[in-house]
């Protein structure tokens, strides 16, 4: 087939790209060439909207071994041990086929991490979906649960924390963000960086199918009404294949046979290939009809651009190929040496003794477009002035109610039940709680992480909602009792081309950038998933923040649950009272507009300093940051894990009780103290310069509002746990 | 004491359980699906996970492996056997127990914390263990144990059901029925009591810091008889 510009711009490309990439050339690519140009130069893969802003990004800390640019990052948490980290999207194969499509994606995310050696301890997921009356969102939700589960389980790695949203702009782009994190000697880490010419390039894992092709293209653009259509373009997980490749990588990985190491991800071997090559700054050569291969008569158009899952291409030293092969043949997993690294700079491919491709390495990687796209900065909202009279015909407990059992907010255990989260028996917190905590295998560390986005606040003010993202973190890493380390970030946003979306995204990196500037939580990893757009309606720009802390001893670990009564409640940080963008204002006054709330920096670092203090010292009971649906909420979680009640002192502020309540001000956590320890605990948090009020006191059962009983515990538990449940059956 | 854990392609719990076993003072190996032979063992686990993927029915190529000709063998000749989860799966395939672990009635995946009242101490798993109710874990999708009513009255008659699901207090009834298994029933014996195949997780209970410690009890027990 004769390569033209129409056939270009149907691989997704721009007429300007397609001439481009023939003046690079001095000829017209043929159909090959082309297909590997549309794979590399896509959004997906080249990030060419997207990179000059990543640049600006905070990525170096003391404890970062390894920040973007790999295939995860890897941070030191002492003794030698180290956590390789990354969170990634799959956001569109997800909404076509929302089992294969959030499996694939945990899939894929596992294999970034052993990739480079390390042993995958704990997944996490962050997902949105539309509307809770929208008619595709349960089984968009059962799919993408189900996925999830699917694959995780079977591999034996445990699914630790998570984050589930519902919001209307998500109705024709759900989100699915999968993270691990893997455990690693920091002295036997692999990088995908080739070296050396002539040296085998192996091909190992399952069979290359026809499944995927183009699917980076398809993350790379904007749905229509014909997106069933692509369903073929989505790839099919094989966990189990996945957990055989995982076994015999590390295991190839105890000797010193590995060069460089790359899973096929997007666009496949292209990608691979191509990555290893220009890292190194090396040419390589590949025989296609050498790749094993699921279907017959499958042309090097077809095997470059197959995204088929479980797949690895590595660089090996001359004369390991047949002890390599060995390990593989015990794991019955397809092995084939494809070619060879050179000296030629270009990728050439062979297929049945015929070149079918050459392409200098540069055109595909430095040379790939890079687009400064112009955007719109957002103005700060005016703040909403709230009347005593909008709250007057409220009634407290139905309020109450309303907010506990809200989608948002509610319990997710209908969802992590569904995900084994004690395989490899070291969770010693389970979802739920304000992080997921797994230990370092025997060891006396342990791991924590989080998963969080606030997109409300990032659409209403994108700088001030990414810092708040970074915060939120932040916080739940401090709750658990974990020292903040660093930070992997999943860029959800709509279509970089209208500069709206563009200014969304650029202020909220900036946003990003400040507060993990200011916290010392640098970024270490991430992906930019951009085109969350359907039929022209964006998605709010939703930046997920992965979170990763550590805890010294695992005895220090820090939980949400009220311990016992008569124990004193306090709140950390200052309630100001604002509601603008808080759950409240959306669902109980239906007030949708207003600023998020602020974020100031040196509360947030000197709160969650001062609350890692008092958890070091042994005078916090329980901890809980403060986030959606403030210190009621906040305090009436830490009543149901704990099984406890409580007792809030007697109103006497200025500010609305409503607003006192539920207004969402940042940098808070609640914590619990032994009444024996009050004046130490007031003390240290003076001493810090930190504000604090006395919340009440904990009880058996009852919650009591300005000496009212209101619910009693069990069934303020009920309205929590059973909205989801009901909402799936 | 020597225990060996069978190691199938997709096993995931064969390092949780090598362990638990560990921590008991079980002196512990590892052995190959593909291996012919059993290292010299008091116990055989056959631990969870997905072998060989469960792509067919959950355990029934693991019930045809290479291995696992020695483990009939040696659970013929009276060696004690426990399955765990897809262990319990694959004894079932190959015969060693009677039933079937059918898909969960909810038809989902179930990770959580469940009851089991031991139901028969006469014999080296339970003998003289000091506590009826434990707490154990459960993780599968396919742990909903079913077999015809013969079969049922003749695991009734020979006191070959291990453990019910129940609640805290001991009770057995439909509420804390995990995955719709007939009669509650969380594990089963063979008919001389040495092969125990069970749908919880006892080596994930086995500290403070986990979920739970239940799985302790459990393990402690099972060394003491042994000795």
């Given at each position: 087939m004769e390569v033209n510009e129409k056939i270009a711009v149907d691989h997704g490309l721009k007429a300007d790209e397609y001439k481009k990439i023939c003046d690079l050339l001095k000829r017209v690519p043929n159909l090959t060439e082309l297909g590997i140009f549309s794979a590399m130069w896509n959004e997906h893969c080249s990030y060419k909207s997207s990179r000059l802003h990543l640049k600006k990004l905070n990525t170096k800390g003391k404890k970062v071994i390894q920040g973007p640019g790999e295939n995860a990052g890897v941070i030191d948490i002492g003794d030698?041990?180290?956590?390789?980290?990354?969170?990634?999207?799959?956001?569109?194969?997800?909404?076509?086929?929302?089992?294969?499509?959030?499996?694939?994606?945990?899939?894929?995310?596992?294999?970034?991490?052993?990739?480079?050696?390390?042993?995958?301890?704990?997944?996490?997921?962050?997902?949105?979906?539309?509307?809770?009356?929208?008619?595709?969102?349960?089984?968009?939700l059962r799919g993408v649960v189900k996925g999830i589960g699917g694959y995780g389980n079977c591999i034996g790695v445990p699914t630790i924390a998570g984050q589930t949203c519902f919001d209307q702009s998500y109705n024709g782009n759900i989100l699915v963000n999968a993270m691990t994190l893997g455990l690693v000697n920091k002295n036997k880490i692999f990088y995908s960086k080739a070296a050396g010419i002539n040296k085998p390039v192996i091909y190992v894992g399952s069979k290359t199918g026809r499944d995927g092709i183009h699917g980076a293209s398809m993350a790379s653009a904007i749905f229509d009404d014909k997106i069933e259509e692509k369903k073929p373009t989505v790839q099919v997980g094989d966990p189990f294949t996945e957990k055989l490749l995982l076994e015999a990588c590390l295991e190839l990985m105890s000797d010193k046979s590995i060069i460089a190491i790359q899973d096929m991800g997007a666009a496949g071997l292209?990608?691979?290939?191509?990555?290893?090559?220009?890292?190194?700054?090396?040419?390589?050569?590949?025989?296609?009809?050498?790749?094993?291969?699921?279907?017959?008569?499958?042309?090097?158009?077809?095997?470059?651009?197959?995204?088929?899952?479980?797949?690895?291409?590595i660089v090996l030293e001359n004369g390991k190929e047949d002890s390599a092969k060995k390990i593989f043949d015990k794991w019955n997993l397809d092995f084939a040496v494809i070619g060879k690294t050179t000296n030629s700079k270009n990728i050439e491919l062979y297929f049945e003794k015929e070149k079918v491709a050459n392409v200098p390495i540069k055109f595909l990687s430095n040379e790939a477009p890079i687009y400064d796209r112009p955007w719109k900065k957002t103005k700060l909202p005016q703040k909403i002035k709230f009347s005593n009279n909008d709250f007057k015909k409220l009634k407290f407990n139905d309020v109450i109610k309303k907010m506990i059992s809200n989608p948002n907010i509610c319990s997710k255990q209908w969802i992590w039940e569904q995900y084994d989260h004690t395989v490899m028996g070291d969770t010693i917190q389970k979802p739920g709680g304000d992080a997921g905590v797994v230990r370092v295998h025997g060891t006396k560390k342990a791991v924590a992480s989080s998963v969080d986005s606030s997109a409300s606040y990032c659409y209403a003010h994108p700088f001030t909602g990414g810092k708040q993202v970074v915060c939120e973190a932040w916080r739940n890493l401090v709750s658990v009792g974990a020292e903040p380390i660093a930070i992997t970030n999943c860029l959800n946003f709509g279509n970089p081309e209208k500069k709206e979306n563009m200014g969304e995204f650029v202020?909220?990196?900036?946003?990003?950038?400040?507060?993990?500037?200011?916290?010392?939580?640098?970024?270490?990893?991430?992906?930019?998933?951009?085109?969350?757009?359907?039929?022209?309606?964006?998605?709010?720009?939703?930046?997920?923040?992965?979170?990763?802390?550590?805890?010294?001893?695992?005895?220090?670990?820090?939980?949400?649950?009220?311990?016992?009564?008569?124990n004193l409640v306090f709140v950390i940080g200052k309630t100001e009272g604002s509601l603008d963008q808080s759950v409240f204002a959306k669902i109980i006054l239906d007030e949708r507009k207003g600023p998020p709330p602020e974020i100031n920096l040196f509360n947030e670092k000197n709160n969650g300093e001062t609350i890692l203090k008092l958890i070091k010292e042994k005078l916090a009971l329980s901890?809980?940051?403060?986030?959606?649906?403030?210190?009621?909420?906040?305090?009436?979680?830490?009543?149901?894990?704990?099984?406890?009640?409580?007792?809030?002192?007697?109103?006497?502020?200025?500010?609305?009780?409503?607003?006192?309540?539920?207004?969402?001000?940042?940098?808070?956590?609640?914590?619990?103290?032994?009444?024996?320890?009050?004046?130490?605990?007031?003390?240290?948090?003076?001493?810090?310069?930190?504000?604090?009020?006395?919340?009440?006191?904990?009880?058996?059962?009852e919650?009591?509002?300005?000496?009212?009983?209101?619910?009693?515990?069990?069934?303020?538990?009920?309205?929590?746990?059973?909205?989801?449940?009901k909402y799936m059956s | 004491m020597n225990s060996s854990v069978i190691i199938f392609p997709g096993s995931n719990c064969d390092r949780d359980m090598d362990v638990a076993l560990k921590k008991f003072g079980?002196?512990?190996?590892?052995?190959?699906?593909?291996?012919?032979?059993?290292?010299?063992?008091?116990?055989?686990?056959?631990?969870?996970?997905?072998?060989?993927?469960?792509?067919?029915?959950?355990?029934?190529?693991?019930?045809?492996?290479?291995?696992?000709?020695?483990?009939?063998?040696?659970?013929?000749?009276g060696g004690l056997v426990l399955g765990i989860c897809n262990g319990f799966q694959i004894l079932t395939e190959t015969g060693l127990l009677k039933g079937v672990l059918q898909q969960n009635k909810n038809i989902e995946f179930i990770c959580k914390n469940i009851f089991v009242k031991?139901?028969?101490?006469?014999?080296?798993?339970?003998?003289?263990?000091?506590?009826?109710?434990?707490?154990?874990?459960?993780a599968h999708n396919e742990g909903n144990y079913f077999c015809t009513e013969d079969e049922l009255k003749s695991l009734e008659d020979n006191n070959q059901i291990a453990a019910y699901y129940c609640n805290s207090d001991g009770k057995i009834d439909e509420k804390s029925n995990p995955n719709g298994a007939i009669k509650n029933i969380a594990g089963i014996f063979n008919e001389k009591k040495n092969i125990l195949g069970m749908m919880p997780h006892p080596e994930r209970m086995i500290d403070q810091s986990l979920s739970g410690e239940d799985g302790s009890i459990f393990f402690e027990n099972l060394l003491k008889n042994l000795k």
């Open positions: 030698d041990d180290a956590i390789v980290f990354k969170i990634e999207s799959h956001n569109h194969p997800s909404f076509i086929e929302p089992y294969q499509g959030a499996a694939t994606g945990v899939g894929g995310i596992m294999r970034d991490v052993f990739t480079m050696g390390a042993r995958p301890i704990a997944n996490l997921n962050s997902i949105h979906f539309g509307s809770t009356q929208h008619k595709k969102t349960k089984n968009l292209t990608s691979s290939s191509i990555e290893m090559a220009s890292k190194g700054n090396l040419g390589i050569e590949l025989h296609l009809d050498r790749v094993p291969c699921r279907e017959e008569r499958m042309t090097p158009y077809e095997i470059m651009l197959s995204e088929s899952q479980e797949r690895m291409l202020e909220c990196i900036d946003g990003i950038n400040e507060a993990s500037k200011y916290l010392n939580f640098p970024v270490v990893s991430g992906n930019v998933s951009f085109y969350n757009e359907t039929k022209d309606k964006g998605i709010k720009p939703t930046p997920t923040i992965g979170g990763v802390g550590l805890i010294k001893d695992y005895k220090n670990l820090m939980s949400m649950s009220f311990k016992s009564k008569g901890v809980h940051d403060v986030s959606l649906g403030g210190i009621m909420i906040g305090a009436l979680k830490m009543c149901i894990a704990g099984s406890k009640g409580i007792k809030f002192n007697r109103f006497k502020d200025l500010i609305n009780i409503y607003q006192y309540f539920f207004s969402e001000d940042q940098g808070r956590y609640i914590i619990e103290v032994d009444k024996n320890n009050q004046k130490k605990v007031e003390s240290i948090l003076k001493k810090n310069s930190v504000h604090f009020d006395l919340l009440g006191e904990t009880t058996d059962k919650i009591i509002i300005n000496d009212e009983p209101t619910f009693t515990v069990d069934k303020v538990t009920e309205f929590y746990k059973g909205w989801l449940y | 079980f002196k512990n190996k590892m052995v190959w699906h593909d291996d012919d032979e059993l290292p010299n063992s008091e116990l055989i686990v056959l631990p969870g996970g997905f072998s060989y993927g469960d792509y067919l029915r959950c355990g029934s190529i693991a019930g045809k492996s290479k291995i696992i000709q020695s483990v009939i063998d040696f659970a013929n000749s031991v139901n028969n101490s006469e014999n080296k798993f339970f003998e003289n263990i000091d506590k009826d109710v434990l707490e154990l874990h459960i």
